[in-house]
């Protein structure tokens, strides 16, 4: 039997969470389908979180995909361009999606973020076809539906609203780092960060309590989409809201080359299939698999699959991500006993990532845990050198050299990198599936010749950083490129020679079927996307609603 | 069917009532925790830890049964160690036996130090046991709300 819904929605990730919300807010009848892919992993559970409590291994992570093949084992999708981009811890596919597992920095794109191409002049990179001052009321309501932490007189970049909660203070671990940023001229503020805070209204959402294990909340106080959905499918009275699990969706739909008539999914258990007819439908499957939907989605008047005009197929192309980038360097002794104290950070500077760094690749820059040079954990925030000593059997004694002795103290930084249509996604073969049932990926990126050098340049911007705070051995510890943040694959654009989505978030040549996720930025600036990406929702959700 | 036995949420197959820890065992598991806290805390472990420590070990036990089995061989092998060098050295063998973190685990003592005592550790130090090397929060502490003028960690300002 075909489904007939208002609204189809494919994926159940925040921007379809935020969407749904939005969309019912203003008519809680309207017919709302989502399907997901994945499936429910319990949340606040105790006994989960006292398990990743101790083995570090959170519940979700059979979510996530499989490592590329290699000759250490079996794994999935396929590195066609070298293995320079890990899909692998990258996303989750599961209902509530990938905030199962995010950190939750909570950033604003930058005004000149917008107009990119227009400061830069890079070729294959455009401007947005919005500004800030379009999406900036978008902002505001993005941090307080995501519930925010941060600091509202931060004008960096400028801002009309109060945060929802006021910042998390600085921790005593971010002292050095303060009074070297404070010598040297550089700017810095607190994170924003999508943690629940203390509330005068009646909120379902616990306050944050600091116990540092946010990877797997036990109180639901770091935004989960799976969270809010549910709480929407509880308490919203919302009749017609309905969210399938396990439903794989194969291919959209269309009438004509205009027109979206909704989808074809599979249900994964079963295999049967199954036709959702809707008068709008809205792809927010994460960049990567919204993209190579629509590549699978071929009609008569799609050859090459919707979205795809003929001159160019962007769809899917265009990938980019942030190069996560450690440095570190080795502080003589810790006298105050520094160590982590929270899971997540509380010094964050966007000095670089400004309008004069912008055609070098601007970069944010955060202040990560520091931890014991004894022991070798530089990102593995969840054991603290504490508990690494005491098991390894460390005695008292011991552990007091250890707690007191050198410590290394790491920054890390998130360069921006710009759209080129030679890096793209793309489906493997139809009958090539992952372990979770879904097709896999063909993944190419080849970073930009000049990257090592922009990564010699930033070495050289952080330097007098280190200096300052007296650690020597100053290194990069690591570089790498993961599918977090990725983005671009059907970008926003004036016109389909450059672009997938209209400023609407609409397909070209559509009347009904939008694209709602971080592929539909025009580029992805230096910051994490997903208040954008609400921001964008919300908007989104508005257009919606004002038809 | 949704009363049928086996829509029952599970993680594993065995009935939760067969598998209790008992009071004998849990008192040897307490002690182990006791004992950690004199190994390498400054001050005593409080007696109303207890709850927390039968709950962790409720839990472990309800995600995987053999841990039933660990508590049980860890209270058998802490026994025998204390027989052949004391209570004190016995403890201190377990604690810091550098041989036996092999992974997995490939003896009784191992599994032991692995599956039960490190774990306790974690425990232990979540529940404040960090306290004694100079922080005020640490991960898996339950510090409290981020309130103007009563953060739960060391800042700048204090
Ligand atoms: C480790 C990590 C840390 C991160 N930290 C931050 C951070 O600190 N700050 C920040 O701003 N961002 C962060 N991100 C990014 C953030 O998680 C994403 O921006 C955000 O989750 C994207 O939301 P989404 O709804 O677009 O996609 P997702 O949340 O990925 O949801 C998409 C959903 O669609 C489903 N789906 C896919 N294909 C199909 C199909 N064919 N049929 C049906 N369903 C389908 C998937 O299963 C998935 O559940 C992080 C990401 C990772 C991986
Ligand atoms: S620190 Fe806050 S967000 Fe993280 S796990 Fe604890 S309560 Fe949850």
């Known amino acids: 039997m075909k489904k007939q819904v208002d609204i189809l929605i494919i994926g159940s990730g925040a921007a379809a969470a935020s969407l749904s919300q939005r969309l019912l807010e203003k008519d809680p ?5 989502v399907l997901e892919a994945g499936i429910k992993v319990p949340m606040k559970d105790y006994k989960l979180y006292q398990d990743y409590l101790v083995t570090g291994t959170y519940p979700y992570q059979f979510c996530e995909d499989l490592n590329y093949p290699s000759i250490f084992g079996n794994g999935e999708n396929v590195p066609v361009g070298g293995n320079q981009l890990q899909l692998s811890g990258g996303r989750a596919m599961m209902f509530g999606g990938s905030t199962a597992h995010w950190g939750g920095w909570s950033f604003r794109l930058k005004p000149e973020d917008f107009q990119l191409y227009t400061n830069t002049q890079i070729e294959g990179t455009i401007d947005w076809p919005i500004s800030y001052d379009d999406l900036e009321p978008y902002y505001g309501q993005a941090e307080d539906y995501i519930g925010v932490s941060g600091d509202s007189t931060d004008q960096v970049p400028p801002r009309t609203t109060k945060y929802p909660f006021c910042e998390f203070p600085y921790t005593l ?24 805070g203390i509330s005068d209204t009646d909120s379902p959402h616990a306050p944050c309590k600091t116990t540092g294990t946010c990877k797997y909340c036990p109180f639901g106080a770091r935004y989960f989409a799976g969270n809010f959905l549910d709480e929407m499918l509880k308490y919203g009275s919302f009749p017609n809201f309905e969210i399938l699990q396990g439903a794989i969706v194969d291919r959209i739909t269309m009438s004509s080359r205009s027109k ?27 960049s990567i698999e919204a993209a190579k939907l629509m590549q699978r989605s071929v009609t008569p008047e799609w050859p090459e699959g919707v979205g795809n005009q003929k001159n160019n197929n962007l769809v899917g192309k265009n990938l980019v991500s942030h190069p996560f980038v450690y440095w570190e360097a080795t502080l003589p002794e810790n006298p105050q006993r520094l160590q982590p104290e929270m899971d997540f950070p509380t010094f964050i500077s966007r000095h670089f990532d400004s309008k004069e760094q912008q055609p070098f690749g601007k970069f944010l820059t955060v202040r990560l845990n520091s931890f014991s040079d004894q022991f ?12 690494k000593a005491m098991q390894t059997g460390l005695n008292r004694e011991e552990i007091d050299a250890v707690t007191t002795g050198p410590l290394n103290v790491q920054l890390i930084t998130q360069v921006e990198v710009f759209t080129k249509t030679s890096n793209y996604v793309s489906n493997t073969a139809p009958n090539v599936i992952n372990h979770l049932g879904m097709q896999e990926t063909n993944v190419h990126y080849v970073p930009d010749s000049g990257f090592e050098n922009r990564l010699d340049q930033i070495q050289t911007l952080l330097n007098p950083v280190f200096n300052e705070m007296g650690a020597t051995n100053f290194r990069k510890a690591s570089d790498s490129i993961r599918a977090d943040h990725a983005a671009c694959v059907t970008r926003m654009s004036d016109t389909p020679e450059t672009g997938v989505v209209d400023k609407d978030l609409k397909v070209f040549d559509t009347d009904n079927l939008y694209v709602l996720s971080n592929g539909s930025f025009s580029s992805l600036g230096a910051i994490n996307p997903t208040i954008t990406l609400t921001a964008l929702s919300l908007r989104l959700g508005d257009h919606l609603n004002s038809k | 069917m949704e009363h049928r036995k086996y829509n029952r949420k599970a993680y594993h197959a065995a009935d939760p009532a067969d598998v209790a820890v008992s009071q004998a065992i849990f008192n040897d598991m307490w002690e182990l925790f006791v004992q950690i806290g004199k190994f390498w805390g400054k001050t005593e472990v409080v007696e109303d830890l207890r709850t927390d420590l039968l709950v962790f070990m409720n839990n472990r036990i309800a995600m995987d049964p053999s841990y039933l089995y660990d508590y049980k061989n860890a209270s058998e092998v802490i026994k025998e160690l204390i027989y052949e060098m004391g209570e004190e050295k016995g403890y201190e063998s377990l604690f810091t036996d550098k041989s036996i973190l092999d992974d997995p685990p490939t003896t009784l003592k191992a599994r032991a130090r692995q599956k039960v005592s490190n774990e306790f550790i974690v425990l232990y130090l979540s529940l404040g046991g960090f306290k004694d090397y100079g922080a005020e929060n640490s991960l898996g502490y339950i510090g409290g709300a981020n309130i103007k003028g009563k953060t739960p960690y060391r800042t700048i300002d204090k």
């Open chain 1, 29 to 33: 009848n309207r017919s709302i389908l």
């Open chain 1, 173 to 196: 671990e971010d002292q050095g780092t303060i009074e070297a940023f404070e010598k040297l001229g550089l700017d810095y503020a607190h994170m924003p960060i999508a943690r629940h």
């Open chain 1, 260 to 286: 979206a008539t909704g989808a074809v999914y599979h249900d994964k258990f079963t295999t049967d299939s199954h036709t959702v007819e809707a008068e709008t439908v809205i792809v927010a499957a994460g």
């Open chain 1, 376 to 387: 070798n954990m530089t990102t593995n925030n969840q054991v603290s050198t504490l508990t």
